[in-house]
């Protein structure tokens, strides 16, 4: 009686196993690819954020919209809309249209926070400390409105009432964690971080996927010299049956 003879898998098919490890590794290189490119994105943004806001005097303007940093803690208070230092605050800049800027001042009421030009506070006679405070008062006089303003934290009012032409803009928005982040990455700590931290994940990547690479290829080449071997036990046993045929006959 003949033994049956097992056919040779032919070369295309791959185990289950073998798939499953496969699509594994396509996913794995798909989803860590997709996380690297949103944490160089988020990295690049940041870094283009931060210069920016140094390059423009630790403002960024965008869009009528004047951001600042809270560097001092002036503003905290028990309000709900006291200002923690180093919060981020979005400043509504005052309108350049004479009509416009009558409408915006006549607007503005008592508790509203606005920045401005404190030239209290300033060294030199052009270049005014920025201030962030809570009107408290507001006069109107025969060259426009004047604002007294103070600090949530301070016992008294500002030394003197606010001009509008010194009222930068008002604040209609702020946020601690926010500001707290962009106050980190304005730092060279920060800006050193978004630029190694990237390529630290690159470079980690990079190392997994040439262990990866090197695996699978040595799977392979095992792979090939496994199945070469089987080949040649199912070509020899193939002889040894026509051998054991001639004999019987």
């Not at 490890?21 to 996380?35: C, L, M, P, Y």
């Not at 981020?88 to 800027?101: K, L, S, Y």
């Not at 303003?149 to 301070?154: F, I, V, W």
């Amino acid at each position: 009686m003949t033994a049956p003879v097992m056919a040779p898998m032919p070369a295309g098919d791959e185990p289950a196993a073998g798939r499953n490890k496969s699509g594994a590794a396509r996913v794995w290189s798909v989803v860590s690819g997709i996380v690297i490119a949103v944490v160089l994105v988020a990295a690049v943004a940041a870094l283009i954020v931060a210069i920016c806001y140094r390059a423009q005097g630790e403002t960024l303007t965008v869009g009528g919209m004047q951001y600042r940093i809270v560097l001092t803690g002036s503003m905290e208070g028990d309000r709900e809309d006291s200002l923690r230092t180093r919060s981020i605050v979005g400043i509504q800049v005052a309108p350049e249209d004479e009509a416009q800027r009558q409408e915006f001042f006549a607007s503005l009421q008592v508790g509203d926070i606005i920045t401005f030009n404190d030239w209290t506070r300033t060294g030199t006679q052009d270049d005014p400390v920025v201030n962030t405070h809570r009107i408290v008062e507001i006069n109107e006089t025969e060259t426009g409105f004047t604002f007294t303003t103070q600090g949530d934290a301070n016992d008294a009012p500002d030394a003197q009432p606010i001009g509008e032409d010194d009222v930068i803009g008002k604040v209609t928005w702020s946020n601690y964690g926010l500001g707290a982040f962009l106050y980190f990455l304005c730092s060279t700590t920060g800006i050193v971080v978004c630029l190694i931290v990237p390529a630290a994940l690159i470079l980690i990547y990079e190392i997994f996927n040439i262990a990866r690479i090197v695996r699978a290829d040595r799977h392979r080449k095992q792979q090939e010299e496994s199945d070469a071997r089987e080949r040649e036990i199912e070509r020899l046993r193939a002889e040894l049956e026509e051998l054991k045929r001639g004999e019987e006959k």
